[in-house]
């Protein structure tokens, strides 16, 4: 079956570029789209579409599409960013939703 | 933007049937998009379960087809999932979340989520 695939964990400091990746394989064909996960919370997006970001969502987040493999890119991380973050795709069909395995960021 | 409120038992019984539903407020769901239902075991990943448009039409995982049932009320502007056969295994976080975008379902995302709530599968 499809699968998006995350790594587990990264770490960076405040004030470094955090990127946290998202391999599938027909990312070439369909949209990627990021979700922040703070403890206890609801998933909040904070990119879709690729590259586009809610209004609400600090200009420091970015995404990109190349190929394979989707990017969640978080300029100048601060504390405030850690938290799991998830990819979401659907499968070639579009029909099947589905969720990469997350990654915890931390910074500190 | 609308509001999704999730509502429904904290504890089920092995082999019973869970039954949420969650309430819409601030949007009406005769006004468009998909209306979906996710889940999170404790300390887990995100799992789609299956989406509902107004008119009930319904698009389910394969891992949840031959047990979940997701129906829609829309004088009260809820939806509800069924999911049938519990186990401990159910054990887990629900949501419900708009199922939106520009229309095509297979183009759509999920924002907002409501809160979630804790379902628990245990004698």
């Known amino acids: 079956s499809y699968e998006l695939t995350q790594p587990p964990s990264v770490s960076v400091s405040p004030g470094q570029t955090a990127r946290i990746t998202c391999s599938g394989d027909?990312?070439?064909?369909?949209?990627s789209y990021w979700y922040q996960q703070k403890s206890g919370q609801a998933p909040l997006l904070v990119i879709y579409?690729?590259?586009k970001r809610p209004s609400e969502i600090p200009e420091r987040f970015s995404g990109s599409n190349s190929g394979t493999m989707a990017t969640l890119t978080i300029s100048a991380a601060q504390v405030e960013d850690e938290a799991d973050y998830y990819c979401?795709?659907?499968?070639?069909?579009?029909?099947?939703?589905?969720f990469g395995g997350g990654t915890k960021l931390t910074v500190l | 933007q609308a509001q999704l409120q999730e509502s429904g038992p904290g504890l089920v019984k092995p082999s019973e049937t869970l039954s949420l539903t969650c309430t819409v407020s601030?949007?009406?769901?005769?006004?468009?998009?998909?209306w979906g239902w996710v889940r999170q075991p404790p300390g887990k990943g995100l799992e789609w379960i299956g989406s509902?448009?107004?008119?009930?039409?319904?698009y389910y995982s394969s891992s949840f087809k031959s047990r979940v049932t997701i129906s829609v009320d829309t004088s009260k502007n809820q939806f509800s999932l069924q999911l049938s056969s519990m186990t401990a295994a159910d054990t887990a976080v629900y949501y419900c979340?708009?199922?939106?975008?520009?229309?095509?379902?297979?183009?759509?995302?999920?924002?907002?989520w409501g809160q979630g709530t804790l379902v628990t599968v245990s004698s």
């Open positions: 601030d949007y009406f769901i005769t006004s468009g998009y998909y």
């Open positions: 027909a990312l070439p064909k369909k949209y």
């Open positions: 509902i448009y107004h008119d009930g039409s319904t």
């Open positions: 979340a708009k199922d939106g975008g520009y229309g095509d379902f297979r183009d759509n995302w999920f924002d907002p």
């Open positions: 979401y795709s659907t499968d070639s069909s579009g029909y099947h939703k589905l």
């Open positions: 579409e690729d590259t």
